[in-house]
Structures are given as structure tokens and as C-alpha cells.
């Protein structure tokens, strides 16, 4: 209970102290150019952003392929260490296999996904 509410006065903070600094930019009346982003920038074509997006997807799900077997096999451990004493530990043995084989399926079930949307 104390976790939640030192988040709700956080969040509450961020609201409330937020806006004050923009309307003190507006009260002394110093403009503030907006930035324009794409100033240097090389145009970049559908495919070429699709590309380097799957470029990235695939490096990141071939270091998290190569991660997860060690990180589920230290879960099963711990989890099966703890759950002799704790009946909840031992549900995060179940969950760390099953988000391992999702994470390992995942490429076919995309697949599956684009296949029946292809339809």
C-alpha cells in the first residue's frame, strides 16, 4: 500500500508542477522557437524504414534467444528453491517455461498471423 501511494504522489507532483513552468515562460514572455526535427535528416522510403526495423527486431530476438534459456533455467531454480516453502513460487516456474517457448515461437506466430491476414 505505501508503494502505491508514494506512485500516486509522484504522478501527482509531475501534474501539478509540470504545467507551472509553462505558463511562467508565457508570464515573462520569452518565445521559444519550436524545433523542427527533421532538419538534416535523409528522406527515407517505406521499405527502407521496414528494413532497418527488421534488421533491428531480428538482432534483438537473436540476443534475447541466446538470454532466455538462462534466465528461464535461474527462474526454475529459484522458483524451485522458494516454492518448497512458498506455494506462489512455484507458479513462476510454470511462467517463465511458458513465456520461454512463447518467446521462441514467436517468429512462426507472426507468421500465423500474417498468413491469415494475407487472406
Known amino acids: 500500500m505505501n508503494r502505491l501511494f508514494v506512485i500516486m504522489i509522484i504522478c ?7 504545467p507551472v513552468g509553462a505558463v511562467a515562460e508565457e508570464a515573462t514572455g520569452i518565445h521559444v522557437d519550436t524545433l523542427n526535427v527533421g532538419v538534416g535528416l535523409p528522406q527515407v522510403t517505406s521499405e527502407q524504414f521496414t528494413g532497418k526495423v527488421n534488421r533491428m527486431v531480428g538482432a534483438l530476438y537473436s540476443d534475447v534467444v541466446k ?21 506462489e ?3 513462476s516456474v510454470f511462467w517463465s517455461i511458458g513465456a520461454l517457448i512463447f518467446i521462441l515461437w514467436i517468429p512462426q506466430i507472426i507468421g500465423l498471423f500474417i498468413h491469415y491476414t494475407n487472406l
Not at 538462462?70 to 524451485?80: D, F
Open 67 to 87: 538470454i532466455a534459456p538462462q534466465i528461464t533455467l535461474l527462474i526454475c531454480v529459484i522458483g524451485g528453491v522458494l516454492g518448497a516453502f512458498w506455494r
Open 12 to 18: 501527482c507532483l509531475m501534474l501539478f508542477l509540470l
Open 89 to 91: 513460487a512455484r507458479v
